[in-house]
T-cell receptor, first 121, second 106 residues
Framework: QVTLRESGPALVKSTQTLTLTCTFS??????????VSWIRQPPGKALEWLAL???????YYTTSLKTRLTISKDTSKNQVVLTMTNMDPVDTATYYC?????????????WGQGTLITVSS | SYELTQEPSLSVSPGQTASITCSGD??????AAWYQKKPGQSPVLVIF???ERPSGIPERFSGSNSGNTATLTISGTQVVDEADYFC?????????FGGGTKLTVL
């Protein structure tokens, strides 16, 4: 059974750095064709993909936020960490992590419950 | 950047067929996936690789993708299918989502 769970601070202040941790089970990030993505959804808006780290430690980022994001993994702990610098109130959203299959195309087959991050000014 | 466009809303009666479309430049040359999102819940993958259903997804959900348009079809729509639906594609090592379609079943 694949499960993912996001953890992080519920509230951050403007200009601070957000650190989110995704703890997963039921799969390994050493298996080919597998990765973990981060996605967010601001209230009332669409889903926005942020980043992916794959089994081979390749990292991919959405172009618009690339300079603010860092994704990393700890295979021994079954964790993926996302940091986002210089937080702003517009970054207020529910943040999800999701297992991502990268063959034959990238799609997200299991999602965490999400964590609401509020950024205060 | 790659843009995916969905109609903001669609309303159907129970038992009818709901067709939700997603448009993008040469989308038919890429694979599309679809997600169902209900309020307060996480997104659920309902279609991947254009037309494949994950295990546990009812057969009434089907997908197609050709030309510039991918379509999610829900046959015999049920009240429980009321949700937001997002299409997704992959291009240049980036995941793109459509803006979402709010499906109302009443």
């Amino acid at each position: 059974q694949v499960t993912l769970r996001e953890s992080g601070p519920a509230l951050v202040k403007s200009t601070q750095t957000l650190t989110l941790t995704c703890t997963f089970s039921g799969f390994s990030l050493t298996t080919g064709g597998v990765g973990v993505s981060w996605i967010r959804q601001p209230p009332g808006k669409a889903l926005e993909w942020l980043a992916l780290i794959d089994w081979d430690d390749n990292q991919y980022y959405t172009t618009s936020l690339k300079t603010r994001l860092t994704i990393s993994k700890d295979t021994s702990k079954n964790q993926v960490v996302l940091t986002m610098t210089n937080m702003d109130p517009v970054d207020t959203a529910t943040y999800y992590c999701a297992r991502t299959r990268t063959t034959p195309h990238w799609y997200l087959d299991h999602w965490g419950q999400g964590t609401l991050i509020t950024v205060s000014s | 950047s790659y843009e995916l466009t969905q109609e903001p809303s669609l309303s159907v009666s129970p038992g009818q067929t709901a067709s939700i479309t997603c448009s993008g430049d040469k989308l038919g040359n890429k694979y599309a996936a679809w997600y169902q999102k209900k309020p307060g819940q996480s997104p659920v993958l309902v279609i991947f690789q254009d037309a494949e259903r994950p295990s546990g997804i009812p057969e009434r959900f089907s997908g197609s993708n050709s030309g510039n348009t991918a379509t999610l079809t829900i046959s015999g729509t049920q009240v429980v299918d009321e949700a937001d639906y997002f299409c997704q594609a992959w291009d240049s090592s980036t995941v793109f989502f459509g803006g979402g379609t709010k499906l109302t079943v009443l």
